[in-house]
């Protein structure tokens, strides 16, 4: 009965409409229209700000990835969008929890196990254009020429202003190393009696802040330094503006857990790494050691070999290209893209709920090393190495894992990395790749 006259009220359509404006920076346009509910930025591609809520779609448990998905569609066959041009068209921006849960622990208690949002604003940034789509209530005249005007104005006076400087209050923003080595043990002893052969396990770091995060800068400064990443930022749903500051879980990931774009469907696998050396000569041998090492080669084929399995069972072709060498500002991984073509359409979330989570951020096998980690972890973790990005009405869309990131809320950051444990590692050298992967927020903050 609830559920009907639910479906009823989806039945309703939801208005959309379209203004174009001069192309501004992704920092520009946050400063101008803050607070933002959520931020894609995709590898050397055009960012995506999402301002206001038209509707979210929230779901928990291990069901969430479907239900996400039926209740996404729904919303999205509502919105009239046949006067829109493409890169203008609705999109469902957000997340799901790395474990099947029914509600999250603190600090992500603000966060639910999926959410994800139609804005209100959706504003599309671009080299020679930006698109200011409006959704919903977002749709009306005068909230589109407000929004339009804001941006107009964006950068002006602020251009020669320096933002605040953020001064993290913690003066030691490293891990724990005693404890740290402590868990790496404890997994490798259960890599010895089998089955697990490989678990991956993560640290957070609590830091408190004397000024909140001014999202641009962050954005800004992790766009100079991390490119080649998807840069993101999410507020949880129901955020309203004026609550001072939102939560935001945010960061700059190097890997793609999927992109599907109609029948073509890309991925890779990243792990594997090490740290940039401090000289040119120390790097070299750093990435040498990277491509002879057998311990990073066995860490990084488990990834490999189970997602180009996973493909299998669903796509036409697979095809997995040559291990190459990913570098970073802070570290160099092995990297194996892989590429594959359907022959019936298949919903983005259908590969998300499918490859989630790989053994890059899980294990091998998948069940022992989830086990493990329940058991060895002290991390909670929430959104951090599990699948952010959005989707679209035609089921394509863009995810990556959520790894180099941190969930800040009041003035306090936890920033969250993890490293892949086999036998062979070594819990000293693991320690230094984790300070690593640590880095890219770290310096944001200091
Ligand atoms: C888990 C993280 O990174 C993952 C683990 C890696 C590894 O163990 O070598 C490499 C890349 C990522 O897949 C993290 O950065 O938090």
Same mark, same amino acid.
């Given at each position: 009965m609830a559920e009907d006259l639910h479906d009823r009220h989806q039945a309703d359509r939801l208005d959309a409409a379209v203004r174009t404006t001069g192309p501004r920076t992704l920092r520009e346009a946050i400063q101008a229209l803050d607070p933002i509910t959520a931020v894609w930025a995709s590898p050397d591609g055009p960012a995506v700000l999402a301002v206001g809520q038209a509707k979210t779609v929230t779901a928990s448990g291990a069901a969430r990835f479907q239900e996400v998905k039926r209740r996404g569609d729904r919303l999205l066959e509502? /919105?009239?969008?046949?006067?829109?041009?493409e890169r203008a068209r609705p999109r469902l921006f957000g997340g799901l929890s790395f474990f099947d849960q029914a509600t999250l622990e603190p600090p992500w208690t603000?966060?639910?196990?999926a959410a994800f949002v139609l804005p209100a604003i959706q504003v599309t940034l671009g080299r020679d254009q930006t698109l200011v789509s409006g959704f919903g209530a977002g749709a009306a005249p005068p909230r589109l020429d407000q929004i339009v005007q804001q941006l107009a104005h964006a950068g002006e006076g602020t251009q020669t202003k320096t933002d605040p400087r953020i001064s993290a209050t913690?003066?030691?923003?490293?891990?724990d190393r005693p404890d740290w080595i402590e868990r790496v043990r404890a997994i490798q002893d259960r890599i010895e009696t089998g089955p697990l052969q490989k678990a991956v396990l993560a640290a957070a770091l609590d830091v408190a802040l004397t000024d909140p995060l001014p999202l641009g800068a962050v954005l800004k400064t992790l766009t100079d330094r991390y490119p080649s990443c998807y840069r993101f930022s999410f507020t949880p749903p129901g955020?309203?503006?004026?609550?001072?500051?939102p939560a935001q879980f945010f960061g700059a990931t190097p890997e793609q857990l999927v992109g599907k774009r109609g029948r073509t469907v890309e991925t890779e696998a990243l792990a594997g790494t090490v740290e940039r050396g401090a000289t040119e000569a120390i790097d070299a041998a750093n990435v040498s050691r990277l491509q002879r090492d057998s311990t990073l080669a066995v860490e990084h084929e488990f990834v490999a070999s189970r997602i180009a399995e996973q493909l299998r069972e669903t796509a036409a072709t697979v095809t997995v290209g040559d291990r190459e060498v990913r570098s970073l500002a802070n570290v160099h991984h092995l990297r194996t893209p892989i590429h594959a073509t359907l022959d019936t359409d298949t919903h983005v979330l259908d590969f998300v709920a499918t490859l989630h989570p790989t053994p890059a951020v899980g294990g091998h096998p998948p069940e022992a090393a989830l086990e493990t980690i329940h058991e060895v972890?002290?991390? /909670?973790?929430?959104?951090?190495a599990a699948p952010v990005g959005w989707f679209d009405a035609n089921g394509d869309g863009e995810f990556a894992v959520g790894i180099r990131s941190a969930l800040a809320r009041d003035s306090r950051v936890t920033l969250f990395a993890g490293n892949g444990i086999v036998a062979g590692s070594d819990p000293e050298t693991e320690y230094e790749e984790l300070a690593a992967k640590f880095r890219p927020i770290r310096e944001v903050l200091e």
């Open positions: 509502r /919105v009239e969008t046949a006067h829109l041009p603000d966060f639910e196990p913690a003066t030691d923003l490293r891990a955020t309203q503006a004026g609550d001072t500051p972890e002290s991390t /909670v973790r929430g959104w951090y």
